[in-house]
């Protein structure tokens, strides 16, 4: 399975034993991504679980959280599970 643990309480999150430091913005997005694992999830639902409605639809808030929770999570032996669905939304998971 994935080697992502996080521990709600602590707010800590490990990938392969090792500690990952994130904002809590950061936190957020991947808690909710976990909740979904598998799922293909849209940029508006992201936005609005994890922003709630104040930001502009329009903005790239969303691609640029990912952008950094994917640098963080990443490993030299492996990429982190979080892929891009074209013009859907994101999705973690393994690839297929």
């Not at 976990?34 to 409605?53: D, F, K, T």
């Not at 074209?86 to 297929?96: I, K």
């Amino acid at each position: 399975g994935e080697d992502i643990e996080v521990n709600l309480l602590t707010r800590r999150v490990r990938r392969g034993g090792e500690q990952v430091q994130l904002s809590t913005t950061e936190f957020e997005l991947l808690v909710y991504l976990l909740r979904h694992r598998g799922q293909v999830l849209s940029r508006e639902q992201i936005l609005s679980a994890v922003w709630g409605y104040e930001h502009d639809p329009a903005t790239n808030i969303v691609d640029v959280y990912i952008g950094y929770l994917r640098r963080k999570l990443r490993r030299p032996d492996s990429p982190a599970p979080i892929h891009t669905v074209r013009s859907v939304g994101d999705r973690l998971g393994h690839a297929t």
